[in-house]
């Protein structure tokens, strides 16, 4: 480990000159050296630790949170994330945010040490040596929640066997969204007893009468007869087949582009401009807007944005990402269509193609998005929300699993 631990020392000042060009990543450089501005102003302060990538993981906690301090009111939450925009919205949720450190000892060491840690709660697939040697040196009980491993990462691990090996043995509980992230961590050397089936707390929503703050004519001047599209969470490379879709159905749409990321809005603004699409910003220009595709360059407006949708694409499907979250549009009612890469959210295409409304193309190719275009999506919105709620509970189970551990 202490070689590990050197090699990411050596490395980190490199990773970080190239962030320094990013403005979005160079935010908050100092934490990731383990330059914190101190959090607890007392030894005795427990905390509980959530750590997690970025904004989409974060969803993993909102329920989870407020159990957790409802079972130990006199606890603290720390969340720490890779990523600023993550750090953003985890301050809006936590006693306190942070961004996370470089995987190496010293730095792990110079930001928590002062910290009285109950227990480490990690989302996903953050599976950083250092962090777990310093949370088991510490007496830290780890819990890994909404586990999955992705069909590109569970390639890449093969090769480091020996080591998740080790790393997965150290925690108390890898609770795991489906079958195959069982399958997959058992695989890797996750002892069999500590994986349980618990489903993701992703997919727990607050309610399904959700508060809806836009309205139609709010946002567009004059809808005609056009419906509404929502390409969310759209990654780089999924424009190639939804850029001249936009331009071909300009007619009968009216087309929200939603980035995964902020450091993206550029790019995609950059990308319209060069197909020759008319649009506004969401962040700039007035409301109503008046054209026809809305550049959606801001965060925390999807969710709510899925709204007035009549139909949504699902982002990370036609590029090999594995999908982003569909369930807040399918709460809302809104069907979805997706790509062929769905690796991440199996579980939901499964009850989907149980329920006859799975629509996916097989290639990524314009003609087979135009025909799932082309569809007739009236009369699924009951059936889109059941299968959204039917989802549910999975923070509840979580939540007792750590509870009778701590």
């Excluded at 108390?172 to 069999?192: D, F, H, M, W």
């Excluded at 001047?221 to 936009?246: A, C, H, N, T, Y």
């Excluded at 999506?377 to 549910?392: P, S, V, W």
Aim: aromatic share 12%; glycine share 6%.
């Amino acid at each position: 480990m202490q070689g590990y631990s050197l090699l990411a020392r050596f490395l980190a000042p490199f990773v970080a000159s190239f962030l320094l060009f990013d403005k979005n990543k160079r935010k908050g450089l100092k934490e990731r050296f383990g330059y914190w501005t101190p959090i607890s102003q007392s030894a005795t302060q427990e905390w509980i630790w959530l750590h997690c990538a970025s904004v989409g993981e974060l969803k993993g906690f909102e329920q989870l949170i407020p159990l957790l301090k409802e079972h130990f009111p006199t606890i603290n939450i720390l969340i720490t994330t890779t990523t600023a925009t993550g750090k953003e919205r985890a301050a809006k949720m936590a006693d306190a945010a942070r961004l996370l450190p470089f995987d190496s000892l010293p730095y792990l060491k110079r930001s928590l040490q002062k910290i009285n840690l109950k227990a480490l709660i990690i989302a996903e697939t953050e599976l950083w040596p250092c962090l777990f040697y310093y949370a088991c040196a510490n007496k830290i009980p780890i819990f890994i929640i909404n586990g999955r491993i992705s069909d590109r990462s569970y390639k890449r691990y093969q090769y480091l066997k020996n080591l998740l090996k080790k790393l997965l043995n150290k925690t108390e509980l890898i609770c795991v969204g489906n079958e195959q992230a069982a399958s997959r961590y058992k695989t890797l050397g996750a002892p069999p007893n500590k994986i349980i089936l618990t489903g993701s707390s992703k997919y727990d929503l607050e309610d399904p009468h959700w508060r809806t703050p836009f309205k139609v004519n709010d946002l567009i001047s004059q809808k005609r007869d056009k419906r509404i599209m929502v390409l969310g969470s759209i990654r780089p490379g999924e424009e190639q087949i939804w850029f001249p879709l936009i331009r071909e159905f300009s007619q009968e749409w009216i087309f929200f582009v939603a980035p995964r990321h902020p450091e993206r809005f550029t790019y995609f603004k950059e990308n319209l401009r060069q197909y020759q699409i008319e649009f506004d910003n969401w962040s700039l220009s007035p409301k109503p807007f008046k054209k026809d595709v809305i550049l959606v360059d801001t965060i925390g407006v999807l969710r709510d944005l899925y709204a007035i949708a009549d139909l949504a694409f699902i982002g990370g499907t036609l590029v090999p990402i594995g999908g982003h979250d569909p369930v807040e549009a399918l709460a809302r009612g809104v069907p979805i269509i997706l790509g062929p890469y769905v690796s991440n959210i199996q579980e939901i295409c499964q009850a989907l193609a149980e329920s006859k409304i799975l629509f996916q193309t097989k290639q990524t190719e314009i003609k087979s998005m135009r025909e799932l275009l082309s569809k007739n999506y009236d009369g699924l919105a009951e059936i889109c929300k059941q299968i959204a709620f039917a989802h549910k509970g999975a923070s509840q189970r979580i939540f007792s699993l750590i509870t009778e551990r701590l």
